[in-house]
């Protein structure tokens, strides 16, 4: 349907440009070979630079952003000017306006884009009503170097109160202000909500305080043509939205070895649990469940333990951290460890069997949980988990948070 519609518009163009032309002809006194117009300007041979003017000029090629687009002339006034950008195999009108002498045309968007060609057709009239059209086109710079973001969570998904919007980027950012500014994070109810930087190519976003249950975010990136870094432009024009569902906080007791499931601020139920081993403990601090997967395989060498273990069945297992930290099933252990000693390797164990039981407390648990539940373990002996691991940024407070802005 689309390439039927495509066909008819152009037919209407090309038949709509050969009347305008016709009428031109008709009331000109010549013609160029140059494509500046008729006659020079008003149908009168005119010397080379008279006439409308366009800039950048006809046949420029690899013209940088920076660079202005413009139509003017020199007297009479501009009738219309029509610019259309040629990009992605997408042809975009440009909007724009004519000044209020009639002198000149800019358009709404000072910036023009990458990597695109642009066509301009402009008509002008002098006092006593005589008529000059212009026809021109450029192109723009190609960068050899393109940035973008890899957004969590997915787009449509309903996730916990806890969760982060995160953005990885491909490329190293050095103007994280310019960045920053081309992403938009926006929630119905309306809530503040803030950016912070890790690093140089990780930016994320959170409000004050948890989502409230049935909020629904909006993630704007207009980061295409945005230089990320001297050379590297931004290539995504792209909206992501996600759904807040019921709000749901799980507390470890790593001294007790419980866990505590709340449910709208209710208590569900009470878990035993098993944590990290004296020599290789819990992080302490409120994480969130980025990942959820059915099985894995967990190998030490991967988190720096060598050969202590490799499990190729690990079931129910739910990502806290970059690092490793996982609240998962472990078939394994005798059934009395849970509730009563704590021999992980750091990871949060609920009692499940092989392959996985819907009946078990891991099953139950992981049934029960989506990405963006918080899991707040506290009394381990270890520190707090750092805010850049997974997505431990609701450790950090508000204050400190907000100054991660790129922005101010």
Request: contains cysteine; hydrophobic residues 35%.
């Amino acid at each position: 349907m689309r390439h039927v519609h495509g066909r008819a518009r152009r037919a209407g163009a090309a038949l709509a440009a050969v009347l305008t032309w016709a009428g031109l002809l008709a009331g000109a006194a010549g013609c160029t070979s140059e494509g500046t117009g008729l006659g020079g300007m008003f149908g009168r041979p005119g010397a080379p630079g008279e006439g409308i003017r366009v800039s950048p000029d006809h046949g420029d090629k690899d013209v940088r952003p920076g660079r202005k687009l413009s139509v003017r002339v020199p007297e009479g006034r501009l009738e219309s000017v029509r610019v259309i950008k040629s990009q992605d195999a997408r042809d975009t009108p440009v909007p724009g306006r004519i000044s209020a002498d009639g002198r000149r045309w800019e358009p709404d968007e000072g910036r023009l884009a990458l990597a695109a060609k642009y066509t301009v057709d402009a008509v002008a009239v002098d006092d006593a009503g005589r008529r000059s059209a212009r026809h021109a086109s450029f192109t723009t710079y190609v960068p050899e170097e393109r940035f973008i973001g890899y957004v969590a969570p997915e787009n449509r998904s309903t996730v916990g109160t806890g969760m982060i919007v995160s953005l990885e980027f491909n490329r190293e950012i050095t103007d994280r202000a310019a960045v920053e500014r081309a992403v938009r994070v926006s929630a119905e109810p309306a809530v503040e909500i803030r950016p912070h930087w890790f690093g140089r190519d990780r930016l994320d976003f959170r409000p004050r305080h948890y989502w409230k249950p049935g909020t629904e975010v909006t993630v704007d990136l207009r980061l295409r043509d945005v230089e990320g870094a001297p050379g590297v432009y931004g290539l995504q024009h792209k909206t992501v939205t996600f759904t807040v569902g019921r709000s749901q906080v799980s507390v470890v007791d790593a001294a007790r070895k419980t866990m505590q499931v709340r449910r709208d601020g209710e208590l569900l139920t009470t878990v035993p649990i098993t944590a990290g081993a004296a020599k290789t403990t819990t992080y302490n601090g409120k994480m969130v469940v980025t990942e959820m997967l059915d099985v894995t395989r967990m190998d030490g060498r991967t988190v720096g333990f060598g050969g202590e273990y490799d499990i190729p069945d690990v079931p129910h297992a739910m990502r806290l951290t970059e690092s490793g930290t996982f609240l998962h099933g472990n078939y394994w252990a005798p059934a009395d460890v849970f509730g009563r000693t704590n021999v992980s390797h750091g990871c949060v164990g609920l009692r499940d069997v092989k392959g996985g039981g819907a009946d078990t407390p891991a099953g139950w648990f992981f049934d029960r949980s989506l990405v963006g539940d918080v899991v707040e373990v506290v009394r381990s002996k270890d520190r707090t988990v750092a805010p850049d691991n997974g997505l431990g940024g609701w450790n950090m407070s508000w204050k400190a948070w907000r100054e991660g802005s790129a922005v101010g």
